[in-house]
């Protein structure tokens, strides 16, 4: 294979791997829930992370979305995992925007994340969630949530 | 004259003195308040209370002080007792303290592990209630205490399970709001005590216990809850609505249905989730 059709190839691999990448970063949604009324309302989500050929888990990702409609409640989440915590907020409810991505560096197994929000009034959230090896990439991640609500 | 009158002052006056010192010391003794020690080791996760030379009622006393709730006693014995107790709760702590003399009754708010309220019937006639507080103590005359003698007693140290269906029928909704969350974390839907309780949740007065009733069973692999989430959709109380599409999954029909709900967030939520459901079938 001549240089210029190998570059071609290789350019044409790459376009193909930034299409598909997108998809991969966002293959983990929690998809819309709703927080109850209670000003305690919390919703909690274990999540676990492993090898999926890709490299074991160094850290997990996530982030929240406050959904509409605007409403006075700040949607908070939080991961725990052996003794260890992280905590993030999205300020602005209703808009595209999420949270800040906060992360949990504790390797493989499970971490618990919780959702919840700063005083009474239903709230609708979605987050995203990934589990990344120490290089960037996407690991094994638990793809079907199972949550636990305590209003 | 003068000085035989004076010194006969300085006598009596001593013997004065000397009685006076001899009742005070009398009275105080009478009124010694005995000793008392309650500590609260929270990293241990226990309590340990000590009293000597006390009756019931001062180390009830002393002892909602000190743990900032309320407790009401009626008949219980004025006999000085010494005690040495330990547990790992408040609860735990006034059994212990009072032993078999009297029933008791919990009354819990948003903790279920630390009550708010503590009556102990004494195991006699009830003709009054004393209450202490961290307020003034007051007596009031209330024989209707006598109706809640034997209501229950907990033990949080056995069987939490147990405990949590008991409190799931406490006359407090938010007590039942609670027990029924914790229910989530406990159980399956499917156990027929569980299923009962659950039931009767669903009819509930309080829009919060139905809310989580409808979250437990819809969340519940072990139930099939669709009918319960078709009539839930239709209850008076948003939130309840709310619960029952967030609980929805799958369900197209009923997301649907939510679209065209009175309350916005319920709207949203229903519109968001079939939106999901779309993406998903449109990636596969």
Not at chain 2, 95 to 122: N, V
Not at chain 2, 135 to 145: A, E, G, L, Q, T
Not at chain 2, 199 to 207: F, G, H, I, V
Not at chain 2, 230 to 239: K, R
Request: overall charge negative.
């Amino acid at each position: 294979m001549k240089t210029s059709q190998l570059k071609a190839v290789l350019f044409s691999l790459s376009v193909m791997a930034a299409a598909i990448a997108p998809n991969l970063a966002n293959a983990h949604e929690s998809g819309p829930r709703a927080l109850g009324s209670g000003a305690g309302a919390t919703d909690v989500y274990p999540i676990s992370c492993f090898d999926d050929g890709n490299g074991d888990a160094s850290y997990l990702t996530v982030a929240v979305q406050d959904l509409a409609p605007v409403a006075s409640p700040t949607v908070s989440i939080q991961i725990f995992k052996d003794g260890f915590a992280n905590s993030g907020s999205d300020l602005v409810d209703g808009d595209a925007g999420t949270s800040p991505a906060i992360k949990l560096k504790r390797g493989n197994g499970t971490y618990y994340v919780m959702v919840n929000k700063s005083r009474g009034g239903a709230e609708n959230y979605q987050f995203d969630y990934h589990c990344m090896t120490a290089t960037g990439l996407h690991t094994g991640t638990t793809e079907s949530l199972i949550y636990k609500q305590n209003q | 004259m003068a000085l035989f009158a004076s010194q006969k002052m300085t006598t009596i006056n001593f013997f004065l003195w000397a009685w006076f010192y001899g009742w005070a010391n009398l009275s105080l003794a009478n009124s010694s308040p005995g000793f008392f020690e309650m500590t609260a080791d929270l990293n241990a996760k226990g309590w340990q209370l000590q009293a000597k030379q006390l009756s019931l009622p001062q180390i009830l006393e002393r002892l909602a002080d000190k743990a900032k709730i309320s407790i009401h006693y009626s008949a219980v014995s004025e006999q000085l007792i010494n005690i040495d107790c330990g547990s790992e709760d408040l609860a735990g702590l006034v059994k212990c303290a009072a032993g078999d003399s009297a029933d008791l009754m919990f009354r819990y708010g948003q903790s279920t592990t630390h009550p708010s309220e503590i009556w102990l019937i004494g195991k006699g006639d009830t003709t009054a209630v004393v209450t202490s507080s961290p307020d003034k103590p007051i007596i009031v005359k209330d024989k209707s205490v006598e109706s809640r003698a034997s209501v229950t007693k907990k033990d949080s140290a056995k069987n939490p399970e147990e405990n949590l269906l008991v409190l799931a029928k406490s006359p407090d909704p938010e007590v039942r709001a609670d027990a029924i969350a914790k229910l989530s974390l406990s159980g399956t839907a499917s156990d027929a005590p569980i299923k009962k309780i659950l039931a009767d949740a669903l009819q509930d007065d309080n829009p919060r216990v139905r809310e989580q009733a409808i979250a437990k069973l819809a969340n519940d692999a072990s139930y099939q809850a669709t009918e319960q989430l078709h009539s839930a959709l239709q209850d008076s109380n948003a939130s309840v609505r709310l619960m029952a599409v967030d609980a929805a999954g799958n369900n197209t029909q009923l997301l649907q249905q939510a679209l065209t709900d009175s309350d916005e967030t319920v709207r949203l939520l229903a519109t968001n989730k079939l939106q999901q459901l779309t993406k998903t079938t449109t990636n596969k």
